[in-house]
């Protein structure tokens, strides 16, 4: 315990020394090809300090040239969207099956998403959202859902051999409530994109994330979301806001949520 303590005190460890990150939520999207060429997409990365990153993008393509130009890099999430295919629109796509199984023939893709499911009654009951979950589970392929509590819930009723990667913790939901569903699926992980201030409102971490991250080590990961190109522009930023609150808990698990856990799932 004593060990433990004098490095979570030390916290970023040695001064000067960067924490490693696997960001798991990179989008290279159509909008931001023009103002950052593949090259200067790796580039922020590498400035970053990001060593590997799981990318999606509306369409593919783009995490298909981001991936070509390093592979040992980028691990590609297939997106269903594409042209009027949306976020608004998908889960009724009568193409989205045929899209999916056309595209992971390329053999590089190691999920689905990010895809978004709304609080609604029925988003999760498509025939094309159940086919895809099935699909998905079939090829052990993650899912990454943006979603409140209750998509996430009904994916796994569909199929609970999923394994699911739930987007932003959810955006809003509290930690208690995160904790109780990652305690109820074992198949659940979760990045924390656009929660650093919910986690970190001020100089402290939040004691109730904090206990959460302490309980289960093995189940979070971070990420940035760049889903415009603005976001590409302050990525730096946008990782070191997750550096700030992992520098607060003990290194050994800072270094899990940072990249190990990513690691283990998504490969080295
Ligand atoms: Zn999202």
């Not at 916290?11 to 000067?16: Q, V």
């Amino acid at each position: 315990m004593g060990a433990v303590a004098i490095a979570g005190v030390a916290g970023g460890g040695i001064a000067g020394e960067r924490l490693p990150i696997f960001d798991t939520h990179v989008h290279y999207s159509q909008g931001a090809w023009d103002a950052f060429s593949p090259r200067k997409a790796l580039d922020a990365l590498e400035a970053a300090g990001v060593e590997r990153a799981l990318v999606s993008s509306s369409p593919d393509h783009g995490t298909i040239k981001l991936h070509r130009a390093a592979p040992d890099r980028i691990v590609p999430i297939l997106r269903p969207y594409r042209g009027e295919v949306r976020s608004s629109n998908w889960i009724d796509d009568p193409k989205l099956i045929d899209y999916l199984e056309a595209r992971l023939k390329l053999g590089v893709h190691k999920g689905i998403g990010e895809f978004h499911l709304f609080d609604l009654p029925g988003s999760t009951a498509t025939p094309q959202v159940r086919q895809m979950a099935k699909l998905a589970a079939a090829r052990s392929l993650f899912l990454h859902i943006h979603s409140g509590p209750g998509p996430v819930e009904a994916m796994f009723r569909i199929e609970p051999k999923s394994k699911i990667l739930w987007a932003h913790a959810g955006f809003t939901t509290p930690p208690a409530e995160v904790g109780a569903l990652v305690e109820r699926y074992r198949n659940l992980w979760v990045e924390m994109s656009f929660r650093a201030h919910s986690i970190m409102p001020g100089e402290r971490i939040d004691p109730a994330w904090r206990d959460l991250f302490l309980s289960h080590p093995d189940r979070f990961m971070v990420g940035t979301d760049t889903y415009v190109s603005d976001r590409w522009a302050v990525y730096i930023g946008l990782v070191d806001e997750h550096r700030a609150w992992l520098e607060q808990l003990p290194r050994e698990v800072a270094e899990k949520i940072a990249y190990r856990n990513a690691e283990r799932l998504f490969g080295k």
